[in-house]
């Protein structure tokens, strides 16, 4: 199989997708900053008040997926017609992480797997922003497409190796 | 130690630094994606022709970098003295992954942390869309800053853990 | 009723409207800033000339609200089909105001008020930003949604209280 | 005095502040949104919730100052060096409203009014998209600049007339 | 045949095109940038290498493209389909250029010359900027489009005057 | 002498200007746009009213000048001082254009050569978007620097080869 991004002259291009119908697509990515227990507490705690860091997190993640298409060269402009981020805390023997997840819905030509993977990275680094000044040695980590529908290259579901 | 990012009420603010100092700062991130074999070798040869993966995400990166202060909610517009993004191929025992690294300078208030993340993770988000094509199942993992200095925080260097 | 920003847990969210057929949607609102007469009349007398205060805020009214899905957090982007600022001068009893209106028009799944509040907040703010030299007491007032058809909320018509 | 947006011609001009020196700017601006009881309450009681309409708003408030000058057309650019945006809630004899407050912060040759502005009008305009479903009656108001320190023009304090 | 740009008044408008059809559309644009002998080596040899200065014009060449909307006042937002930025070196009688041409295409209810002529300017701009530490009279010119099919006003193909 | 866009490995890259001092810089672009007699005749009619062509292509490229850092991958942010854009009419032996100068200036440790130019070309192309319902063989040529003062490289004046 060839990748879709270039022509046959090995130049980037953002492929034509005119002859696609347009389908209902929705894809879900997921990823992880590993935090230490302080930040861990911290965020734990702000999640009680306003203004916390999960917060301004979904909003840069939701904010972030709908200017994929300004961000990834050869990435289509869609409109999305749904986005959400969503978080887990974990706390497992004296790791910590939080996990954010983002699902992108749209009826398009093309997926929305770069909006969903974009709505994860953005939202996880906004984290690292809003915690940096405690602890500088969060790791974003797992950061992959969970599930995908729609399309002509049909479903997908990650398996973890 | 406290969060910065926000005030005494919990609520998010962007920080206030008129009073500091503006100073020489660097930022240096890296972060990775895993891929299959097929992939692996197709960005090998591309990058004997015109217009290959790595090329378009360099240019995605360094685009991303300079946008950082539109994508995260609390981070300070900085002018940008250098940004550069940098790729080495890493394949050890049958697994494949390409490593991104982007280092960024500036001349001011605040660090540039932010911006050598951002750089990192849209240029492994552009490999990923470039790639999708043949293997969705491509992981983002191990982004982090990998050294900073200037500022009064001081100077960081990453330490495996 | 309930918001529909929120999902059950109360999280931000960009809602689903990949099940709400595409109509034609308009919207129409409007706004004021009030402004003194030396600044009224320099506003009248600017616009027998090129370049005039009026033709600025209505190029940035329109270019704003092209951008209302990249500053609204949960608005949906919409590929507008017809966009357009208006103002009128009023001169009442020595208090003097210019009066902007703007109409968006789309087919869409969602509706363009924000988009037709987007226009008008951004075309006075323009008006505030080239007549601040000589006055900085302006004051913006009156900004809501006049009218708007199409969509399942059926339509609306502004009633003053 | 003369509007300084413009030049001999009448043309609209980004003006020269080259010559200008830095200095610390401050400016304060102020707007509310009148709402109704059902909406007033329903943002009360959010707000001890995670993921409010006030947290969107003021993140998206403090998002669209710092794109000021690209939204307003001869608007300069400046690196903000703070920025933040407070809400108060007032209920006077079953009227109800929110009220924003935007201050922002910089170093720079000109003043940050425009940003404080913008920084008020898109909370409110936030605030207003996220209870549209309930009530799209709401209305912004009383949108001005409340206090300015720093600059050649010198400081401003709002006066009611 | 009137402009369609303003309306009855005079007045810059986003010209309403709700009623037009969705057809299928396509633009093609050219341009060129004369060069001296020492950057039209230079470009040629780096064609050889990775990071070229062609592949960053072609990048840049179309994410211009998909932001034109953002940049051209009474341009409409459309979904781009297709983009792509070719090249072709000239030598002539000692005399050098590069030549641009952006091909765009959409199924819309406008076209999308001004995508195509967007994607061919900032080709040859980023041509400029990434040649001009060795010399800085370059010059772009011929820039127009080339062809165009579909819409009410049907195909369009330049003739050399 | 070498490209300063590319590190050693021929990598592009936003070129450290760490070291270099801020100076005082003006850049001065030029460019123009043939048009029929037809288009001609309604810009210079329309130049007696609100709203015509020149107006918002001037509004145009002017803040198009203000986001060249988000559009040439190289190029750094800089906080421009000052920004203008003019046109002048020419018509001889009855071939018509628009001839667009847009003269940018900033305090910062690289030229503004490229700000400048994008606000040409913008300018230009807006006129284009504007005009096309009348006709669409409008070219844009003649698209070079003027003039340049400041920095290490010193000062430039364009030759007429």
Redesign the interface.
Known sequence: ???????E??????????EKPET?RMAKAV?RIKVSE?VFQ?IQN??M????????A???G???A??T????????????????V?FTLHEEEGRYAVEAVCTV?????TGV??EA??GV??AL??I???????D??????????LE?TGGK?GD?Q??E?
């Open positions: 199989m060839e990748f879709t991004h270039f022509d002259q090995g130049n980037a291009v953002m492929v034509d997708v005119g209902r990823g302080e911290k702000k999640s008040e306003k203004g916390d860091v999960l917060n301004v979904r909003v840069a939701i904010m972030a709908k200017q298409f300004q961000l990834i060269p050869m990435c289509h402009l869609l409109m999305l017609t749904k986005c959400s969503d819905k749209t009826n398009g030509k797997e770069m993977l974009m990275s953005t680094l906004t690292y922003d809003m915690c940096k000044a405690v500088k040695s969060m790791e974003m980590t797992g950061i992959h497409l995908k290259s997908f990650w398996k190796s």
